[in-house]
């Protein structure tokens, strides 16, 4: 087989994503971060294994991307969501504070305080804090989707009764995955308009607009 580089391997691990491939997937995201660990790719991996249903390894994954770029925001987001869907309710919050610090004008910072907010049980509070970040947010149509699923499940479990703000994380274990096939496919046009979020802010330092 011809060597390749860590970028060609990442670009073969996205296809493959495409493909519903998920064995040469996570395939080539291991031989991808072994010749060089890169957040993108942990990450994306972190998100195979959550949808494998292997939590353990998600959350470390998730925890070693945004050790690595600490300005990939919605790795800290998902990263909480996935401690809370096993119950580690600090843990999630810890995760969400460095999206807490960007402040208001951050969709995510919303993102992040709805979270809270279902945690302590403020539902009210949290459905209009999710409102305020989907509406702020023009970046990431595929996170304002599963902040739908979010509220949709919010809003089944109240009807039902029930109180479980881990139930709601359950339905974003696969939204870090989506949002790199989105990155993925995203180009610049030639009019100089938006990136997907991630794409745009890779590397980035500052406030997420």
Same mark, same amino acid.
């Given at each position: 087989?011809?060597?390749?580089? $860590? ?21 080539? %995201? ?15 991996? $972190? ?31 998902? %990263? ?94 696969? $939204? ?9 496919? $995203? ?23």
């Amino acid at each position: 087989m011809i060597d390749l580089d $860590a970028e060609e391997l990442f670009h073969l691990a996205m296809k493959a994503s495409e493909e519903g491939d998920r064995d040469k997937t996570i395939t080539y %995201l291991k031989r991808s971060i072994a010749l060089q660990p890169q957040a993108k790719s942990i990450y994306i991996l $972190a998100a195979e294994y959550a949808e494998l249903g292997m939590m353990q390894r998600a959350i470390e994954g998730m925890q070693r991307a945004v050790e690595l770029e600490p300005t990939l925001w919605t790795a800290h987001f998902q %990263l909480g969501l996935l401690f809370l869907s096993q119950s580690l309710i600090q843990e999630a919050k810890n995760a969400w504070e460095p999206l807490i610090e960007l402040g208001p004008e951050a969709y995510l910072y919303h993102f992040a305080v709805g979270c809270m907010q279902l945690i302590d049980e403020k539902t009210e509070d949290a459905l209009e804090s999710f409102a305020i970040g989907v509406n702020m947010n023009d970046d990431n149509p595929a996170l304002n989707r599963d902040i739908g699923n979010i509220v949709n499940s919010v809003l089944g479990s109240e009807q039902a009764g029930e109180k479980r703000p881990e139930a709601a994380a359950e339905q974003m274990n696969g $939204a870090a995955e989506s949002e790199f096939d989105e990155m993925e496919r $995203a180009e610049d046009t030639a009019a100089g308009g938006k990136r997907h979020l991630l794409l745009s802010k890779y590397g980035e330092s500052g406030k997420l607009s």
